[in-house]
Every structure is written in C-alpha cells, then in structure tokens.
T-cell receptor, first 111, second 117 residues
Framework: QKEVEQDPGPLSVPEGAIVSLNCTYS??????FMWYRQYSRKGPELLMY????GNKEDGRFTAQVDKSSKYISLFIRDSQPSDSATYLC???????????FGRGTSLIVHP | GAGVSQSPSNKVTEKGKDVELRCDPI?????LYWYRQSLGQGLEFLIY????????KSGLPSDRFSAERTGGSVSTLTIQRTQQEDSAVYLC???????????????FGEGSRLTVL
C-alpha cells in the first residue's frame, strides 16, 4: 500500500460544476499538505499549502485537511475549462524536506 | 524571471547506453530535488540536495542512478546502462530553503522525457 493514495480518474465535469478531489494517507507523521496542478507536458505548480488540520481558501479553491481521518480534499468552485489538468496532492513529514506525492487525478472540465 | 531549466527536453536512447540529464535551478535556491514520473504514476522521489550538506539519496532505485550538484547550482542526473523501465519524465525542482519550510513550494522544470528503446 502506498503512503499516499489518490484516484487517478479521469474526472469529467461540466463547466461551472463544483469539483472535489481527494487523497488519503497512512502515515500520521505528515504535517504539511499541498496541492499541485500539472498541465500536460509541464512541471507541477503549487496551488495550495496547508499546515495541519483545517481549511484554507484561495479564490475558487478550498483545501481541507482532516488529520483524524488522514484525508485531504481540494474543492474547485465554478470550474472552468482552463482548470483541466492533473491535480497532485503532496505531503511532508515533520522534520523532513521531501514531499511525498500522490499519483494525481486527471480533471477534465468540458464547456 | 528565469525558472528551472532542464535539458534535454527529450532523449531517446538504446538499452544499455548511459544518459545525462541536466538541471539549472532558480538562482539562489539552495534546495534541489529530482523526481521521476512514469505514465500513470505519481512523482517518485529520487534525490535531494540542500546547500553543502550530503545529499539524501534514499530514493535512487539502483546503483545505476547517480546525481551530483556542482557549486551548489547546476545538477546532473546520470543513468548508466539504461533499461526500458527507466523510460519516464525526469523532473527537477528547486526551493529557496527546502519544502516544509514556509510555503513548502517546489518550483519544477518542464522535465526531461527519456525513452529507452
């Protein structure tokens, strides 16, 4: 079993939909949680960063961390075709500097 | 400003040949990472450099893989005696201090796509 599990999708939604992307993890030592977005043939870029449990909102994006359930989520409101990409969750143990990534979920937002 | 630069962007090689992949990090970034991304897989950690400290090589899959970082800047990932299972996109990332500090942000290059025939 991988330390970080993420459904690869693809997830296809109509424009304007609310999208929910999720990851589960097994190692309770993870303390820092991130979401990266990766367009085709490009490198990943950071979308959201949270420390420990709670919510964080940035525009149309909301990241949630539930450490008790070892579950993190990324919500995208009013999804746009330009949001079509692969979304990777990533986590870092306390005292480490090396992120562990999920497999990524491919999102397709169709007009 | 300039981002992380990787070369070559594409490399096709024959099984058994050696390959070198180059990474130019963002100027001033002390942390440098190599990851591998295979089709349908997430990013697999390979190696981490931080300043003048000894690198964390715990992710290198075999002794055919090695990496160095010269002068705290440019890094080269070398794969000896390439195998077909080495085919993947090799991504380099740099960070001002190291992920887990401040924003935890890694700045990635566009990757070097390696195909081993």
């Amino acid at each position: 079993q991988k330390e970080v599990e993420q459904d690869p999708g693809p997830l296809s939604v109509p424009e304007g939909a609310i999208v929910s992307l999720n990851c589960t993890y097994s190692n309770s030592a993870f303390q820092y949680f991130m979401w990266y977005r990766q367009y085709s043939r490009k490198g990943p870029e950071l979308l959201m960063y949270t420390y420990s449990s709670g919510n964080k909102e940035d525009g149309r994006f909301t990241a949630q961390v539930d450490k008790s359930s070892k579950y993190i989520s990324l919500f995208i409101r009013d999804s746009q075709p330009s949001d079509s990409a692969t979304y990777l969750c990533a986590m870092i143990r306390g005292g480490s500097y090396i992120p562990t990534f999920g497999r990524g979920t491919s999102l397709i937002v169709h007009p | 400003g300039a981002g992380v630069s990787q070369s070559p962007s594409n490399k096709v090689t024959e099984k058994g040949k050696d390959v070198e992949l180059r990474c130019d990090p963002i100027s001033g970034h002390t942390a440098l990472y190599w990851y591998r991304q295979s089709l349908g897989q997430g990013l697999e950690f390979l190696i981490y450099f931080q300043g003048n400290s000894a690198p964390d090589k715990s992710g290198l899959p075999s002794d055919r893989f090695s990496a160095e970082r010269t002068g705290g800047s440019v890094s080269t990932l070398t794969i000896q005696r390439t195998q077909q299972e080495d085919s993947a996109v090799y991504l380099c990332a740099s960070s001002p201090q190291g992920a887990g500090l401040n924003t935890g942000e890694l700045f990635f290059g566009e990757g070097s796509r390696l195909t081993v025939l």
